[in-house]
Antibody
Framework: QVQLVQSGAEVKKPGASVKISCKASGYTFNNFAIHWVRQAPGHRLEWMGW????????KYSQKFEARVTITRDTSASTAYMELSSLRSEDTAVYYC??????????????WGQGTLVTVSS | ETVLTQSPGSLSLSPGERATLSCRAN???????LAWYQQKPGQAPRLLIY???SRATGIPDRFSGSGSGTDFTLTITGLEPEDFAVYYCQQYGYLPRTFGQGTTVEIK
């Protein structure tokens, strides 16, 4: 069965960076895109970007483009999301999600368990 | 960006009743690229419906989606205790992908 397992909770100081991992199993990693979505307290789900696991090409939300980097390691079936210049408003649960279908325009069919990132001085 | 507005913000119903949730977009959603997710406290979202009306694997048929253009509906026919949760619509026809603000279905 498809599983996405994320790394554990992080506490960071303002201005620092955080890098979260998302290890996939149960399917051919290269065949599906991985999205990153965050959920801040009291806010709606917010899409940050995606990576084409086959070729490593990325697409970012303009809101995060200057601060986010999504990468992948195909040998480890793992995707990563790094967010830099953290501020208190970045305190949120961060999710990775796999595209439902192989095509680009598709919903998010499988989700990781979420990683809480707390930004506090 | 494509803004999705869900209504109502919350819905108070009893088990067995029918829930009707609305999602309105500020522009036409092309090719039926509209999905619905369910989220329970402390859990990740779960895909219920994609392509406006297709149920994801394992989703019971009491969940149904409909709509076109800018107006979409999720209907839950005969609420079960496990259905009380927050529901989000999401469009995947435009970048950035966007979500509605959610509708909470709570037990009356």
């Amino acid at each position: 069965q498809v599983q996405l397992v994320q790394s554990g909770a992080e506490v960071k100081k303002p201005g620092a960076s955080v890098k979260i991992s998302c290890k996939a199993s149960g399917y051919t990693f290269n065949n599906f895109a991985i999205h990153w979505v965050r959920q801040a307290p009291g806010h709606r789900l917010e899409w940050m970007g995606w990576i084409n696991a086959a070729n490593g090409k990325t697409k970012y939300s303009q809101k995060f483009e200057a601060r986010v980097t999504i990468t992948r390691d195909t040998s480890a079936s793992t995707a990563y999301m790094e967010l830099s210049s953290l501020r208190s408003e970045d305190t949120a649960v961060y999710y990775c999600a796999r595209s439902l279908q192989i095509t680009t325009a598709t919903s998010m069919g499988y989700w990781g368990q979420g990683t809480l990132v707390t930004v506090s001085s | 960006e494509t803004v999705l507005t869900q209504s109502p913000g919350s819905l108070s119903l009893s088990p067995g009743e029918r829930a009707t949730l609305s999602c309105r977009a500020n522009q036409t959603i092309s090719y039926s690229f509209l999905a619905w997710y369910q989220q329970k406290p402390g859990q990740a979202p779960r895909l219920l419906i994609y392509g406006v009306s297709s149920r994801a694997t394992g989703i019971p048929d009491r969940f149904s989606g409909s709509g076109s253009g800018t107006d979409f509906t999720l209907t839950i026919t005969g609420l079960e205790p496990e259905d009380f949760a927050v529901y989000y619509c999401q469009q995947y026809g435009y970048l950035p992908r966007t979500f509605g603000q959610g509708t909470t279905v709570e037990i009356k």
